[in-house]
């Protein structure tokens, strides 16, 4: 069987992240509404999505480019230091069916990478509440490369791991990684982005189940 390295993200690809990103971002966003910073507003989980797989940086800039780097970083700590609390009280939670393709992946020799647009406290979190290094051979988050792409980022894996490799993700940043270095690229329309960032996918998924069976597909 030829195997590869799947390089997958994890916000939207393996974790349905709303769960813990939409109290985290109610609470700040009603800390700078106290303060007079944005007006009073209740936000739905679906309005939220929009936001999930950007750099903090790259949020912050699209939704409140008119309060300072003080204030946007103010709030973000806020937003994140709110997801580690509901990641350690359980809140956090994968989508059904992760860990049985990330269990047949592993079994069929495939070689898995972790790549998030994320702070390391989170990819952190993340790998003691999940025990996610059961099945990965490698964890790179943006904060530990200066907030770097995931096409920058990826030049590292390069350098460790051996190819072919596969992108799977749910947004547009991660098309953007298969096209930039020319790998074949699962799209995962389950997640948060809208089906159109997923144009340059050479096959799109429903569910995590479906990605065991996209990867052999590929390498078929």
């Not at 109610?26 to 944005?38: C, I, N, T």
């Not at 007006?39 to 309060?67: H, I, N, S, V, Y």
């Not at 791991?161 to 699962?186: N, W």
Request: with cysteine.
């Amino acid at each position: 069987m030829n195997t590869a390295t799947i390089v997958l993200d994890y916000d939207g690809t393996l974790h349905d992240c709303i769960a813990i990103y939409a109290p985290a971002f109610r609470l700040a966003y009603d800390g700078l509404a106290r303060q007079g910073l944005m007006p009073p507003r209740a936000w739905q989980d679906k309005e939220l999505e929009r936001w999930l797989g950007l750099t903090a940086t790259e949020m912050w800039d699209t939704f409140a480019p008119q309060l300072s780097q003080e204030q946007r970083a103010a709030a973000g700590a806020v937003v994140g230091e709110e997801m580690l609390r509901q990641i350690t009280i359980g809140n956090a939670r994968l989508y059904p069916g992760v860990t049985e393709a990330l269990d047949r992946m592993k079994r069929q020799g495939h070689r898995l990478v972790f790549l998030s647009n994320c702070r390391s406290a989170y990819m952190q979190a993340h790998r003691d509440a999940f025990g996610l290094d059961d099945w990965f051979s490698g964890f790179y988050c943006s904060e530990d490369f200066g907030w770097r792409s995931k096409p920058e980022v990826f030049l590292t894996i390069q350098a460790h791991f051996p190819g072919p490799f596969i992108a799977v993700g749910d947004r547009y940043k991660d098309m953007e990684l298969a096209r930039t270095h020319g790998l074949r690229a699962i799209g995962c329309a389950y997640g948060y982005g809208p089906l159109e960032e997923l144009s340059d996918a050479s096959i799109i998924v429903q569910s995590p189940a479906e990605i065991p069976d996209a990867v052999d597909t590929l390498l078929a």
